[in-house]
Nanobody
């Protein structure tokens, strides 16, 4: 199971850190990702991190502003969001994939999804 938290209201230019706590002892065997879904839009990829945490990838829209990381000892993945923009408003979801790949962008490759956490950016 995955449980995302840390969302809430924030002003444009501000920061938030999302956390996604997992259950189970096999967390380190999964590639982790964050996705988001804005009102009226499809779910989109935000960031992904490799099993060890040593490699990451981001959507161009968040590069340089967001940082994904993981702590396998705490079985938690994080998304540090800075310089938030109005267009970052969305429900954010964490996901886990057992696919044999280092980084995974496609949502269909993810096996497990957490409940989302809402991030609302206002001016």
């Amino acid at each position: 199971q995955l449980q995302a938290s840390g969302g809430g209201p924030v002003q444009a230019g501000g920061s938030l850190r999302l956390s996604c706590a997992a259950s189970g002892r096999t967390f380190s065997s999964y590639v982790m990702g964050w996705f988001r879904q804005a009102p009226g839009k499809e779910r989109e990829f935000v960031a992904t991190v490799s099993r060890s945490g040593g490699r990451t990838d981001y959507d161009d829209s968040v590069k340089g502003r967001f940082t994904i990381s993981r702590d396998n000892a705490k079985i938690t993945v994080y998304l540090q969001m800075s310089s938030l923009k109005l267009e970052d408003t969305a429900v954010y979801y964490c996901a886990a994939s057992g696919l044999d790949a280092t980084l995974i962008v496609g949502s269909r490759a993810y096996d497990y999804w957490g409940r989302g956490t809402l991030v609302t950016v206002s001016s």
